[in-house]
């Protein structure tokens, strides 16, 4: 039995508004291949909820309606709805930039040997999780094997163009922390994924998102039952910077999630904390098409200083450059013996 995991929403986390709504992230399902001791969603391959056709179709009037220009897909494994193909085709087709949220391990599931063509032929700008360049250290946060698939996915994606200059064809990685300190410096780190990818598996990206792990769901139940809830916690908040709030990812996206309600980011969902329109403390996606959610205040909680912690985190990556030298300061804390986040 999992931990109880202590009430986030009491905070003194500085308060936001809204700016221009420019991002619709749609959480299509909780369902995935895979079970990551780091997912914030808690996903994996018995999870049943999925996002049905009538919702899709909202999800692309409200697009069209809002004048939206990301489509931002997640999951769990987005690519297992079965209107995935669908919903990014006809979004491509109203000129949408759409962002899939991919575990790169799908790409050789049963069943999905034609959706590197797809994504490619709809020029889907994929973001690929690969926490580490070291087999070891991937396997031991995603499950045996790993590592060796979401290679070849890689290579997969890179014989069809992702990640090459000059194909247009957006390939992006993210890096998690392996236990509970934040992220090291994105720029160097990214440079040290290009030299070894490349010298050791001849693969090609175009960036790397450093992204700090979030202390709800399976993360946040693991540092609990170590005993470092709370130390987690205090170097989140000690290492808030003010400058990062201008940036963090909630001031233009919302976040929908598979029954459609809506909410300030995909973390507030997994905690439950619904987005705030015109009053209202329940907000579905039809609602967006006749309500302008910009001014509306955003639902901020403890976890928030994840995001703004150092050089910050967001579903891009950094939020603004980070020295070397300062971020090896922020990540000295104790490191989670024998397990990875």
Known sequence: MRPTLPLL???????????????????LGYR????????HV?????????????????????????????????????????HFRNLVARAR????????????TILSEPGQESLADFLAEQRVEITASLPCYSPANVDRQRGDGVFERSIAGLRQLNALGYGRADTGLV???????QGPSLPPAQGPLEADYKRELRQHFGIEFNHLFALANMPIQRFGSTLL??????G???????????????????????????????????????????AVLRGRARVHLRDLLTDDPEASPIRVAEHCYGCTAGQGSSCGGALVPESAERAEALVQTRPMAGVAS
């Not at 929403?9 to 959480?27: G, H, I, M």
């Not at 390939?171 to 922390?177: Q, R, S």
């Not at 039952?225 to 709370?230: A, M, Y």
């Open 9 to 27: 929403a009491k905070t003194d986390f500085p308060a936001l508004k809204r700016r221009r709504l420019e991002t619709l992230q749609v959480n």
């Open 32 to 39: 995935c291949n895979q079970s990551c001791l780091h997912c």
């Open 42 to 82: 808690n996903a994996g391959p018995n999870r049943t909820e999925m996002m049905d056709a009538q919702t899709v179709v909202t999800v692309l009037a409200v697009l069209e309606t809002r004048g939206i220009s990301t489509l931002d897909l997640t999951g769990g494994a987005p690519e297992l709805n079965p």
């Open 93 to 104: 087709a109203l000129g949408i930039r759409v962002i899939d949220r991919c575990n790169l």
């Open 171 to 177: 390939l992006n990685l993210v890096y998690n922390p």
């Open 225 to 230: 039952s170590h005993g470092q809830f709370e």
């Open 232 to 274: 987690y916690m205090q170097l989140l908040r000690s290492a808030h910077r003010t400058e990062n709030l201008d940036t963090v990812m909630c001031r233009s996206l919302i976040s929908v999630d598979w029954q459609g309600d809506l909410f300030d980011c995909d973390f507030n969902q997994m905690l439950g904390l619904p």
